[in-house]
């Protein structure tokens, strides 16, 4: 079985956070998961997702 790597990358906030967009962070996503790969992990992704999508993603 292959480790599991879970890239959680936030490019768009809530209104109410008060935080600016975040430009880049697909790029810098690809390349961790380009990184993790070939260290052997079995990489997803996952953008823009809130506290509870994160905390099922953990759980899968």
Do not use: C, P, Q, T
Not at 34 to 58: P, T
């Amino acid at each position: 079985m292959k480790n599991r790597a879970l890239i959680v990358s936030v490019e768009n906030f809530y209104e109410d956070a008060g935080l600016r967009k975040r430009n880049g962070v697909k790029r810098d996503a690809r390349r961790l998961h380009k990184i993790l790969s070939k260290l052997g992990f079995s990489v997803e992704i996952r953008m823009d997702i809130d506290g509870d999508e994160i905390y099922k993603a953990f759980k899968a």
